[in-house]
């Protein structure tokens, strides 16, 4: 990967710096920018205004590469402006350079070691050595573009990660051995977590027969963090997504952690699993949904398509 590429940084200042976090130096820009040198532009970007901007500038230069410093969230909403300014034209390749607290998505693709300002040098002196990906997206109530998309259960345990003070795998871990703790005994807070909703739901435009659920999670990445590999078979099949509803109990779940973990899925009458190109549900009630790590809000109909595929660069961070 040693042609000459026309490549943009984007920069995000905010994410890695949830309460209390330090994972986002300040001045990183600023080194970004003396590492890039005449290799690469670096734009901070903190507002849906200065996103679309960034994204229209990229077209307008007619970029190749967008290296982009922040968290799963800023991915999606990156690839979004990326999609509406390209519009016909062919879109620029990706380059997660980490920056996030969890750097979720870039991990499942192969980034191992997020470190923004030695994977920009990589980038700027030819990328040698860094793999392309073909990585499908979840285009979500018409709109934003993701990766990892939920509702009930996933955007719940998003809720109490992001009440600590310090975010990360030391935080996930603190609020998930607690639930398990609750499950296992019944306890009230994995029963609040769980609590179910009536829903319909349709996949490929198939109505399923599920009349509640808890957990509704659809992605195209298989890894939903702390090495939990619940849609192994996310990437299988170019332009679907693999989706999972359960009318599931907190031990359910619990029971079911060795197969996620091992990437196995799960089975059994109160589970859907499946792949598909499309899933509609409609709750009987305002329910709290997330997209790639943030939550959004409540819904009472969550209607996920197929998104485009992006070509994803994918460096290997160097010790030094």
Sequence with gaps: MSARRQIAVLVNPDAGTG???????????????????????????????????????????????????????????????????????????????????????????????????????????????WTRRRQGTIRVLGDRLGMLVGAGVPARFLSLYEE????????????????????????????????????????????????RAALIYAATVDDIGLGFRPTARAREVEGRFQCLLGDVRPIDLVRALPAIWRGRGVSGERWVDACASRLRVVFAEPTVYMVDGDVEGSVVELDLRSGPVFD?????????
């Excluded at 994803?312 to 010790?319: D, H």
């Design 19 to 129: 309460p209390g976090s330090a994972s986002q130096p300040s001045g990183r820009a600023s080194a970004l920018e003396r590492i890039a040198g005449s290799g690469a532009y670096v734009r901070t970007v903190a507002t849906p205004a200065e996103l679309a901007a960034f994204a229209a500038e990229a077209c307008a230069r007619e970029v190749d590469t967008v290296a982009v410093c922040g968290g799963d969230g800023t991915l999606g909403r990156v690839a979004t402006a990326v999609d509406s300014a390209y519009a016909s034209e062919a879109a620029p390749a990706l380059a997660p350079l980490g920056g996030g607290t969890m750097n979720t998505i870039a991990r499942s693709l192969g980034l191992s070691r997020p470190r923004p300002e030695s994977l920009l040098a990589q980038l700027v002196g030819g990328g040698d050595g």
């Design 164 to 211: 600590g003070e310090v975010l990360g795998a030391r935080r996930a871990v603190a609020v998930l051995v607690p639930l398990i703790a609750s499950a296992l005994s019944g306890g009230g807070r994995a029963e609040r977590l769980f609590g179910a909703t009536a829903i319909e739901a349709w996949l490929d435009d198939e109505p399923q027969a599920l009349e």
């Design 312 to 320: 994803f660069l994918i460096g290997a961070s160097r010790r030094h």
